[in-house]
Structure formats: structure tokens, C-alpha cells
């Protein structure tokens, strides 16, 4: 079947800007190397809400609970706004934006955002091969310098990033294969090709993902069946490029990253297992109310826990516990609750009719559990380009589910499905659009700032005034308070340490704030603090305990390992 003539509206470019671009953008920034990446991925959606066009009229089934979710989500995240954690919250707020706006536009939206993840899909697979066989050529401008040997890590610089944009494209791929938008033997070719690239990222969350392509093509017999053979065999094709690229390494030397894992004997878990304990224990201590929205890495690093990973973790690598940690079983139980019912009001989507091949419902239904795999092992919605396109594809899952009176009524169906939109709807979908590109040209220009800070041009101003201009930061001050109170001379108020101790402690952040804790005269929560330093077993930080040693005669307080009676709210600044 030949594919139906397809054009390309002006506006359809900012699907492009909104998912493709971001994962293409290969300049990296300090210290966010996904910073450009993160905003560029803003000002897309920005324009994609300003250009869109079409929303539907009406009531739509699965939309107030989705939103219902997502504002209650925001309104835990407006509590962090004093500790300088502002850009959670402008994400969230944005991504209901986009919510709303795609529930409004139906399926409209589907074929600009599928063919946008093909491109920059089978550009991940150009960076890939690139980043793993010719590292050489990867200039930090159009494809990123490797620095993980042995495997690719894509533009994103995150292997498991790289292999979560893949499944999304090869997803929305196969959605153009079943809408007849491509015909089978490009689509079959690219989406073996992306399965290749997420061999060579070496990315076990993307190795398990493909269970969920066996799964959609076994369950959806609405799939072309050359399509659904394609999508069955993945996991085959992943397997067959794993072993081809092991192969290679031996017989160039070289590295092949997921083979050499196998051969160690380390965490198969990379210390998920132990923080996932260390997690359930604290919202066994917080079980109602939780530690607070953003505050996990305060509340874990300030608690007890003799069998700590060494690594600092500032996410629990697992979003329903994550959301339960932080914000209490109630209010979790809630945010899913909601999400549960919006996708259960939404089913219509997944009833795709014969006489509807390019209806979108099972494949943004299948993308979104692609993003839900990856968040039980990791944290991918705390990034705009994934969080967005997943705030997307749930609109068009609750927007394109005809309603219950439409699946009898023809006339009703029909009603649904008009393309109407209010003034007021066109007003707040544009006014958001406004104020997202505003917010990503504000971004960055902050974080240049911080920029300065951490990767001074030559003639840049001394250290100090540069950390003095990034403390003004509304976004990112946090970063130049964490220069202030680290570097000498060093800022000794304890206000200071409040903005970065609620981002991520570090050996040096630890340590400075230890010393901040002695100078106010507050020994024991000093004390407190070492101890929890100590438990982390970390090489870079056994210099500060040199001196604890049984030929020492004279003990500094930081050796003493008698347990103070405090606990992590006691070390708030």
C-alpha cells in the first residue's frame, strides 16, 4: 500500500523543535550537560502550543483526572519554591500545559510528532554508530564526545536515555507503518536500525523495553502483520546485535560495554537494590506526609544507614516510590489513583476500529508505557524531553477516546469529533505557549551565570564576583551558592548551604557544611553530619577521617562513633 500524500504545515516544524531537536543538540553545558538539551526541548513545545491548531469541543473522558494528577503533583512541587527549587515546578506547569492542549487537539497532533521521532531517531542511530565506531569524529558539536567507553551514550549523554528515545521513535515508526505514512520496507529498516543502537548503548532499561515491543505486537492484531513480525522479533534483533558486537570487540580489542558487565561480578543493580531499601525504610519513618517535594536526597544523606550505597543519590530511581518518599502513601496513592482512572476513562483509544488504521491510541499508549518501564528503574520525567512528549501522548490518549454516548451514537461521535475550539481555549493555550518560549530565553540567560562560574571566558571577572552575580540566579542560584560555601574563602553562613544541601550532597558540600556546623557552635549536629559521611565508605572522602587511627593519642570530634540523638530534620540550615 503506497503511503497517502503527506504535508507538511508550517507549524508541523515545531514537532520537530519540540522532540527531534532535543535530542540531536550535542553542546554541553556546566554543570547541567543536559541543560541545552532540557530547554531546547521548552521552546519547542512553546511553539508547538503557539502554531497548534484544531482542539475539539466538549467534554473529554480521562482529561480532568490526568490534569487532576499532574496539578496535584504541582502543587507538592510549589512547596520546594524556597529552597531554590523553582525549575521543577515551571516543568511540571508546562507539561500540564501541553496536557490539556493535546486532549484538546485529539490525534491532529500524531503525524507531525511521528515523523519528528523518526528523524531524530535514525539520527540517535547516526550518533551512535558514530560515538561507538568513530569516536574520533565526535567534535562536542554535532555529535557529543563519548565518555563512556565501550558503549554509545547518544547526544543525550545518558546510554539509558538514548535507548528510551529509540523505543519512543521505533514506536511512533511503527504507528507510521500501520497509518500507511510509510511504506514497510523503510519502516522495517529503521526500526532495525534502531534496535542496533540500543545494543550498542548497552542500556539493560532498553534491553527490557523491547519486551514491551514482543508484548504489542502479540496483543495488537490491528498492526499490519509484517509490522507486527518486525516488532516480535526486536528482542531477537537485540540479541543478534549484541553477540555481533561482541564478536567485534574481540576481534578489534576494543570495548563492548554490556558484554564486559556480564564477565563482572559487581551490583547487577547499580546500587538500585540498596536504595530502594534505604527508600522504604524512610517512608516507613514518613509514611503520611513524607520528607517533602525534592527533599529525598537531604532526608536520605541526614539518616542513618550503615549499608548506604557509596554513590550520593538525589532520586530513588523508582517514581512511585520516589512520589511516596516524598510526598506521603496518601497523596501517592492519589496522584496514581488519578492517572489509573484517566487511562481507564481513555480505553475507548485502545478500541481501534479496521476502518481506522491511523488511529493513534495504542501507539501513544504503548509509548507511555515505554516511559513508565523506564521510570521504575530510573527518573527520565525530571527531564523536559521526556516529560513533555509523555504529557503529550497522554493528552492524545484521553483526547482521541471517543466518548461512551459517541461509541452508539454516530451523530455523537460525530459532535465529538468536530473541530471547534473556544476563544478562551485558543487565549490560554497561546498565553502558555508565550510564557513557556519567555521562560526558556530567561533559562538561559540565567544559566549563563552559572555558566561563568564553572567555565569562565577568557577575561572573565575573579571568582568571587562571578558567584556573587550567580547567586542572584532565580533558576540555578544553588549551583553558585554550592561554589560559594566550597571554595575559599569560604561563605561560613549556614543560609547559604540551604539552596544546594536540597539539590545534591557531595564529599566537599558534606565537609563544608560539617565545618560551618562547628564554627556556629553546633557540635553535635557536626558530629551527626560525619558520621553520615562515613557510612559512605567513599575514597574521596577518607582524607577528613586520616587522622581516626588507634595510634592517634588526640582524636578529632570527627573520629568519635557514639550516635547522636538527632535526626535529618535536626541538619535543616
Known amino acids: 500500500m503506497p503511503p497517502a500524500a503527506t504535508q507538511f504545515p508550517a507549524r508541523d516544524v515545531s514537532a520537530f523543535l519540540a522532540v527531534a531537536l532535543p535530542l540531536l543538540l550535542a553542546r554541553s553545558a556546566v554543570p547541567d550537560s543536559v541543560f541545552y538539551n532540557q530547554v531546547a526541548a521548552c521552546a519547542g513545545w512553546a511553539l508547538w502550543l503557539l502554531l497548534g491548531r484544531g482542539a475539539g469541543a466538549g467534554r473529554i473522558a480521562g482529561l480532568e483526572p490526568a490534569v487532576a494528577a499532574l496539578a496535584l503533583c504541582l502543587a507538592f512541587a510549589g512547596v520546594g519554591l524556597d529552597r531554590g527549587q523553582a525549575a521543577p515546578a515551571l516543568l511540571l506547569a508546562a507539561a500540564l500545559a501541553v496536557l490539556v492542549a493535546s486532549a484538546r487537539r485529539g490525534s491532529g497532533s500524531t503525524e507531525a510528532m511521528a515523523w519528528a521521532w523518526l528523524v531524530g531517531g535514525l539520527a540517535c542511530v547516526v550518533v551512535a554508530l558514530l560515538q561507538y565506531f568513530a569516536p574520533s569524529l565526535a567534535d562536542g558539536w ?226 507511555l508505557v515505554v516511559l513508565a518501564v523506564h521510570s521504575l528503574l530510573e527518573y527520565p520525567l525530571w527531564y523536559a524531553y521526556f516529560l513533555l512528549p509523555a504529557a503529550w501522548a497522554l493528552g492524545v490518549l484521553v483526547g482521541s477516546a471517543a466518548p461512551a454516548s459517541a461509541a452508539t451514537d454516530p451523530r455523537a461521535r460525530a459532535t465529538a469529533q468536530a473541530p471547534a475550539r473556544s476563544a478562551g481555549e485558543a487565549w490560554a493555550s497561546g498565553l502558555a505557549g508565550v510564557l513557556m518560549l519567555a521562560g526558556a530565553v530567561y533559562a538561559t540567560w540565567d544559566h549563563l551565570r552559572i555558566e561563568a562560574i564553572y567555565a569562565p571566558a577568557p577575561g572573565a571577572p575573579p571568582l568571587g564576583l562571578r558567584i556573587a552575580e550567580g547567586r542572584s540566579s532565580l533558576l540555578f542560584g544553588h549551583h553558585a551558592d554550592y561554589a560559594a560555601v566550597t571554595n575559599p574563602p569560604r561563605d561560613p553562613a549556614i543560609s547559604s548551604f540551604r539552596r544546594p544541601l536540597h539539590q545534591l550532597v557531595d564529599v566537599r558540600l558534606l565537609i563544608a557544611y560539617i565545618e560551618a556546623l562547628r564554627a556556629e557552635g553546633r557540635t553535635d549536629a557536626a558530629l551527626y553530619a560525619a558520621q553520615r559521611l562515613r557510612e559512605f565508605r567513599r575514597d574521596d572522602a577518607q582524607a577528613y577521617f586520616a587522622a581516626c587511627t588507634p595510634q592517634n593519642p588526640a582524636l578529632p570530634f570527627q573520629c568519635e562513633t557514639k550516635p547522636v540523638a538527632l535526626n535529618w530534620r535536626d541538619l535543616e540550615p
Do not use: K
Not at 534491553?207 to 496483543?219: H, I, Y
Not at 547487577?268 to 506526609?289: G, H, K, M, Y
Open 142 to 367: 554535532l555529535v557529543a564526545v563519548n565518555g563512556s567507553p565501550g558503549r554509545a551514550i547518544g547526544n543525550l549523554r545518558q546510554p539509558n536515555h538514548l535507548a528510551t528515545a529509540l523505543l519512543c521513535a521505533i514506536v511512533m515508526t511503527a504507528w507510521l507503518w500501520h497509518a500507511g505514512r510509510l511504506r514497510s520496507i523503510g519502516a522495517g529498516a529503521a526500526i532495525v536500525a534502531m534496535v542496533l543502537a540500543v545494543a550498542l548503548s548497552a542500556s539493560r532499561t532498553g534491553a527490557l523495553s523491547l519486551g514491551v515491543l514482543l508484548l504489542w505486537a502479540l496483543l495488537d492484531r490491528s498492526l499490519p502483520r509484517a509490522a507486527r513480525w518486525t516488532l516480535a522479533l526486536t528482542p531477537l534483533a537485540y540479541l543478534l546485535f549484541w553477540g555481533a558486537l561482541a564478536e567485534y570487540a574481540l576481534w578489534q580489542q576494543a570495548h563492548f560495554y554490556a558484554a564486559e558487565r556480564l564477565q563482572s561480578s559487581g551490583d547487577i543493580s547499580s546500587s538500585r537494590f540498596a536504595i530502594w531499601r534505604n527508600a522504604l525504610s524512610l517512608v516507613a519513618q514518613n509514611p503520611w506526609t513524607g520528607v517533602g517535594w525534592g527533599n529525598f536526597n537531604f532526608a536520605w544523606t541526614f539518616t542513618p544507614f550503615p549499608d548506604r550505597p557509596v554513590a550520593f543519590f538525589d532520586h530513588t530511581h523508582n517514581l512511585p516510590l520516589q512520589l511516596a518518599v516524598e510526598i506521603g502513601v496518601p497523596a501517592t496513592a492519589a496522584v496514581l489513583g488519578l492517572l489509573a482512572w484517566a487511562l481507564w476513562r481513555a480505553r475507548g483509544a485502545l478500541r481501534v476500529d479496521a476502518q481506522a488504521p491511523g488511529h493513534p491510541g495504542r501507539a501513544v499508549f504503548v509509548m
